[in-house]
């Protein structure tokens, strides 16, 4: 059966403060690993899409890299409004399976 | 910029009553997906469709829950009787990409909450 674990569960940091959530997976053959962001009582926006190990995207103060076990989202120098749930998905066999999520909380 | 709209935003109901929920998708997008998210969890698949027809139901109680996509455009998700282990979000999500062995982006809605008292 496909897992998708992350850690950790909660991050609390300081602004200006860079840190990285983990997103481990075991599938039989990965298609593809997305990065959403969730904020309180909405739905998931798509934040990057990575395909193969070795892959990384960016935007604004995120990156995510992509191995073949493990994905990680780099927070750099975050702001109060990076605060949110960060959810990894694996897509395989035609569907997309969420891990638990880490919420960041970012201080002023 | 479209979005996948939802409603209601928010249903409180009574175990063992009928609830539904509704959802447009964005224009054009052939695939519609029902998700369920207990709080502290991340999404779980409920049902597909790939147009009007059921892709996967597999993960959907069936003998209290129903959804239907009736002209291949928006949605009906249907819970009866509720218990109150349903209490979560149930999240829309639409995708344009057809072929099922392209890992798809999905868009989703804001949900709704249910509470079942």
């Known amino acids: 059966e496909d897992q998708v674990t992350q850690s950790p569960e909660a991050l609390r940091l300081q602004e200006g403060e860079s840190s990285s959530l983990n997103c481990s997976y075991t599938v039989s053959g990965l298609r593809g690993l997305f990065w959403y962001r969730q904020d309180p009582g909405k739905g998931p926006e798509f934040l990057f899409t990575?395909?193969?190990a070795g892959e990384e995207k960016e935007k604004e103060r995120l990156k995510a890299t992509l191995t073949k076990k493990e994905s990680f989202l780099h927070i750099t120098a975050p702001k109060p409004e990076d605060s949110a749930t960060y959810l990894c998905a694996v897509y395989n066999d035609y569907k997309l399976s969420f891990g638990a999520g880490t919420t960041v909380t970012v201080r002023a | 910029e479209a979005e996948v709209a939802q409603s209601p935003r928010y249903k409180i109901t009574e175990k063992s009553q009928a609830v539904a929920f509704w959802c447009d998708p964005i224009s054009g997008h052939a695939t519609l997906y029902w998700y369920r998210q207990i709080l502290g969890q991340g999404p779980e698949l409920l049902v597909q469709?790939?147009?009007?027809?059921?892709?996967?139901d597999s993960q959907l109680p069936k003998d209290r829950f129903s959804a239907e996509r009736l002209k291949g455009v928006d949605s009906t998700l249907k819970i009866q009787p509720a218990e109150l282990g349903d209490s979560a979000m149930y999240l829309c999500a639409s995708s344009r990409d057809r072929d099922p062995s392209y890992p798809r982006k999905l868009f989703f809605g804001s949900g709704t909450q249910l509470s079942v008292l």
């Open positions: 990575l395909y193969s």
């Open positions: 469709f790939q147009d009007e027809s059921v892709v996967d």
